[in-house]
């Protein structure tokens, strides 16, 4: 991720993300709904997203949806069929948990790519936690070889 095109600012290459924040809540209720909005005045806000906090019983049952490989709709044909049906199963079921485990994007440095996973994702992970592993696409080799997705230089 540090090579290639990651190096290289523009709409087909780096694209500064801005601001990051990160907010811990604590002491959450549990079985609350919680509403929340991210921005600020300059930038705009968003919409307003909301999720559920688990209860507090640790009797109740936990369903996670795990998948890899996604990447963006519709440059990866799989990627909308994928979104949609985590979509549905979200929406039909008390989903705990999102797990993303590995080649999330397959944007490669290019953040115009990354700015389109990040909202075809929105609708669901705007609304449970979501937790992303690396995969070979994430990993930042520091030497290079033929399947190396980073480019970097050299052999390996
Ligand atoms: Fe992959």
């Given at each position: 991720m540090c090579g290639g095109k990651a190096n290289i600012t523009g709409t087909q290459a780096f694209i500064s993300p801005g601001y990051m924040n990160t907010i811990l809540l604590n002491n959450l209720y549990p079985s609350t709904i919680y509403f929340y909005q991210v921005g600020n005045n300059e930038h705009n806000w968003s919409s307003i997203y909301k999720f559920i906090n688990r209860s507090s019983s640790t009797d109740d049952e936990v369903n996670l949806i795990a998948y890899a490989d996604m990447g963006v709709s519709p440059i990866q044909s799989g990627a909308k069929a994928t979104i949609d049906r985590v979509l549905a199963r979200f929406l039909s079921n008390n989903v705990t948990a999102i797990l993303?485990?590995?080649?999330?994007?397959?944007?490669?440095?290019?953040g115009t790519l990354w700015d389109a996973f990040m909202s075809q994702n929105e609708p669901t992970t705007s609304r449970a936690s979501y937790m992303v592993g690396i995969g070979n696409h994430e990993y930042d080799h520091v030497t290079g070889g033929n399947k190396d997705p980073s480019q970097a230089p050299g052999d390996g």
């Open positions: 993303h485990i590995g080649d999330v994007s397959y944007a490669r440095g290019i």
